[in-house]
């Protein structure tokens, strides 16, 4: 992920359609602030924000009926921790550019339903304290 040349490659094979893309790679050098260097700040940002982005514009055409795309962040935007602010303001941009596509529709019992199963369920159970909104992106 530190080279977006390698972009084509990743995707080479699903031409005829995506059923998800995520986004989770990631690197996290604890330092400093006065410890970054511009090519440390390149390094970090060009993995951790810069390659998902042409990645999701590239899966934009490409998802099935369904498809998603996942971007993967962390509590350290919003819990800051010393040695991690490279880090931290990586995921940051990484969240402000997982855009949201409304729906087109109103939410069904349905729609929440299954994100109640969810919590409720196995899958769920590293999610706790969390704001889940359940708004088919509506919202954000």
Known sequence: MRD?????SLFEHVQDGLDILVNNAAIN???????????LFDRVMTVNAKFPLPAMRRAEPLPRD?????????LN???????????SASKGAL???TAFTA??????PEDIAGVVAFLAG???????????????GFVV
């Open 4 to 8: 977006l040349a390698s972009l084509d």
């Open 29 to 39: 050098p604890p330092t400093a602030i006065r410890d970054v260097t511009p090519e």
């Open 66 to 74: 369904g498809g998603r795309v996942v971007n993967v962040s962390t």
């Open 77 to 87: 935007t919003v819990l800051p921790v010393p040695g991690l602010a490279l880090y």
């Open 95 to 97: 969240e402000q550019t």
């Open 103 to 108: 729906l087109g529709r109103l939410g069904t």
């Open 122 to 136: 196995p899958d769920g159970r590293w999610i706790t304290g969390q704001n889940i909104r359940a708004t088919g």
